[in-house]
């Protein structure tokens, strides 16, 4: 399964391609991560390619996502024609204020990450929210799996922020099981 | 070993130090710096020794002189930064001296920019300093394989004594994948210098390492010397990968990430049932020609695809002669195809050959 993560700078878009990643290897599955790079990352735009898959991965490089993540408006634009069909298609509501072009044959998830961040305490957990509803819709990989991943992922200091991040998990996990 | 997940650049950078590298002298350049910053982390844990240059120039003689001394030698530079390297380079080849090179290509020539690209495939495989000298070029298309084949690149310089390069590009050293180390080597295991090493001459004759005689009949003798090494090496270590090229006709040759990309379209043309396979060289020199040219007896047409203006073609077209036809397709300036684009251009020469 191929995933596009995109948004803005600073909206936790690669640690979300990270985790989900990490997850895929705990279960032992292949998986590769690639980021876009460069100088446009600063304020701009941000995103990242996850393939997570059985067998070998042979190309990290896609042009067409079984999951696109939109955290923001130009990466929906950007994105949306990636999707396969019968596609997961999901946007962060509370910065996306517009439908997508791209509507048919595909399923579309929206929620408000944002707020459902800030109501468990940190803004900063609205890319986990997200990455809950991903796993909650396409069960890619188990929660306890990306939980680990966390675990692995947030050490010293950030050790602290593991718990917060999981409830974000579980929270984003029932919202789109209530779509 | 458990695996772990990692970038590129830093799972070069823990193999070359289980390999038994213990210094490192670079100047950071994107898409590479996280391998320096990964080394000057890594490498006083383990008691080596990370220097931060003023410049390339003088990280490729830091390495000459370091390497005089027997030890394990590495710098990782990005294709502008490898150039400025290309003399001391030369020198090293002439003076037979092991270390490790990795070159993370980015867009070109000149400032170009810092998106993935294979341009640095001539000043890899056919020289790029001065003179009459080869160098190990080692490409791989994983981040495991990249591991592996640090380890490799290592163990090659120290057989036989020359400088051999890892060529990546940007897309390999920035992305992610699980791997596998290997353990740490002892470094009492490693090859033993003493016959040609700067160890101080105490009690016997002293060595001498250099790249350079007056007399060109001592010269030629050197050059001889390296004809032959060179020769030993194309016997020896010649290394790639053939996939699904048992039934194909058509194969498809690219080598590092492109192949990688590639492999995808090996697999959209067989869900079609369109015979396709991929012919990868692990080691862009040695070439492997004879391999390929052996694919020429049942493959039909061969399609070469490289994120430069057709460079390996020149190798893949070596091997094959005019004995099959040879298409080609690429992107440049650090633009990476997708696997879409290879097999649409792929199907469009079909057609036209039809």
Known sequence: MRFIFAGFGGQGVMLMGQILAYAGMIEGKNVTWMPSYGPEMRGGTANCTVVVSDGPVASPVVDKAEVVVAMNIPSMIKFQDFLTENGFFFLNKSVIDREPDRKDGIKIYKLECNEIADKLGNLKVANMVMLGAVIGATKIVSKESVFKALEKKLTGKKAELIEINKLAIEEGMKKVSEQ | ?354
């Open chain 2, 1 to 354: 070993m458990e695996k772990v997940m990692v970038k590129g650049t830093e799972a070069i950078g823990e193999a070359a130090i289980r390999a038994g590298c213990r210094h490192f002298f670079g100047y950071p350049i994107t898409p590479q710096s996280e391998l320096p910053e990964y080394m000057s982390k890594r490498l006083p844990e383990v008691g080596g020794v990370f220097l931060q240059t003023e410049s390339e120039v003088a990280t490729v003689n830091m390495l000459y002189g370091a390497a005089c001394t027997g030890t394990r030698v590495m710098t990782s530079t990005s294709s502008p930064g490898f150039s400025l390297m290309m003399e001391g380079v030369s020198y090293m080849a002439c003076a037979q001296l092991p270390a490790v090179f990795v070159n993370v290509v980015r867009g070109g020539p000149g400032l170009g920019d810092i998106q993935p690209a294979q341009g640095d495939y001539w000043q890899a495989t056919k020289g790029g300093g001065h003179g009459d000298y080869k160098l190990i070029v080692l490409a791989p298309s994983t981040v495991q394989e990249a591991v592996d084949l640090t380890v490799l690149a290592f163990d090659l310089a120290d057989k036989y004594r020359t400088p051999t390069l890892i060529l990546a590009d940007g897309l390999l050293g920035q992305m992610m994948e699980p791997v596998t180390f290997p353990e740490f080597r002892d470094l009492s295991t490693l090859p033993d210098h003493s016959s040609w090493a700067m160890t101080g001459a105490k009690d016997r004759e002293p060595h001498i390492i250099t790249s350079f005689d007056i007399d060109p009949y001592i010269l030629e003798k050197m050059n001889l010397e390296l004809v032959e090494k060179y020769k030993e090496i194309e016997k020896n270590e010649v290394r790639w990968e053939e996939f699904m090229t048992e039934d194909a006709e058509i194969v498809i040759t690219a080598f590092g990430t492109v192949a990688r990309i590639a492999k995808s379209v090996v697999e959209m043309a067989r869900k079609d049932g369109i015979k396709v396979g991929l012919f990868r060289p692990i080691t862009v020199w040695p070439y492997p020609y004879e391999p390929l040219k052996k694919l020429t007896e049942k493959v039909d047409l061969f399609f070469d695809v490289e994120m430069n203006m057709g460079q390996m073609l020149e190798d893949v077209k070596l091997a094959i002669g005019d004995k099959k036809p040879v298409a080609f397709y690429s992107r440049m300036g650090g633009v990476v195809p997708t696997p879409t684009e290879i097999y649409e251009a792929l199907k469009k020469e079909i057609g036209r050959r039809v």
